[in-house]
């Protein structure tokens, strides 16, 4: 995959829930990530995408399921892809949307107290 607009997520060093203050620069960041998340369409969106065929889909394969426009979907995309939860292929006149699963494992990592992690992983 070409990912023509994949965005290296920039995620904090160290989790909010670390037990150590997070400085204000990575507490943004994270707040923006975490806003694409806040919105019940784009949470559809992940799931759809993760969810269909080869893992991946078209805007056109989004808006009917959704029940959007077509602006609407691709404004949605663009939030998460721009905040580095999806990566976009262009293949002609079609863009196709894919999960970018590190992202999604390192925001689940940084709201994961880290007793909770170290139970986690040991199970």
Do not use: C, N
């Amino acid at each position: 995959m070409q990912g023509v607009g994949t965005v290296e997520i920039e995620t904090p060093a160290i989790s909010p829930l670390a037990g150590e203050p997070i400085d204000r620069a990575d507490a943004e960041r994270l707040a923006g990530v975490l806003k694409a998340f806040a919105d019940p369409a784009r949470l559809r969106l992940l799931s759809l995408i993760q969810s269909a065929p080869e893992g991946e889909a078209s805007v056109s394969d989004l808006t009917a399921p959704l029940g959007l426009s077509q602006p609407t979907v691709s404004h949605h995309l663009r939030s998460l892809t721009e905040a580095g939860l999806l990566e976009r292929d262009k293949r002609g006149v079609w863009a196709y949307y894919r999960l970018v699963p590190s992202a999604i494992a390192t925001i689940a990592d940084l709201l994961t107290p880290p007793r909770k992690r170290a139970t986690k992983k040991t199970r």
